[in-house]
């Protein structure tokens, strides 16, 4: 069983940045692929970025390529989404998910999520 809370939310100017954290239970988080997901009101979860065990192997969605920055700490079972120029369309709440086997895009094959924090970009 592994649980996870996020940290880090806020409001923030566009162009601005924040730092996402997710911090794990667990003796084995380094055996877990972690991804970042957000949604929208009214639109479906999206992945954001997503990182194998040894950070080894990362994944970004198109539209935060060359802005954000999935990265972890397996010493304190700690994975973080380093957020800059934001921008309005990256409001939402950001959810960290965990699965046990390599990196997935889609939300189904995460077996666990934390409760999700909310970004807010103001134009």
């Known amino acids: 069983q592994v649980q996870l809370v996020e940290s880090g939310g806020g409001l923030v100017q566009a162009g601005g940045s924040l730092r996402l954290s997710c911090a794990a239970s667990?003796?084995?988080?380094?055996?877990?692929?972690m991804a970042w997901f957000r949604q929208a009101p009214g639109k479906e979860r999206e992945i954001v970025a997503a990182?194998?065990?040894?950070?080894?192997?990362?994944h970004y969605a198109d539209s935060v390529k060359g802005r954000f920055t999935i990265s972890r700490d397996n010493a304190k079972n700690t994975v973080y989404l380093q957020m800059n120029s934001l921008k309005p369309e990256d409001t939402a709440v950001y959810y960290c998910a965990a699965r046990g086997r390599n990196i997935a895009t889609t939300a189904g094959p995460y077996t666990y999520w934390g409760q999700g924090t909310q970004v807010t970009v103001s134009s």
């Open positions: 990182i194998n065990g040894n950070g080894g192997t990362t």
């Open positions: 667990g003796r084995t988080f380094s055996s877990y692929a």
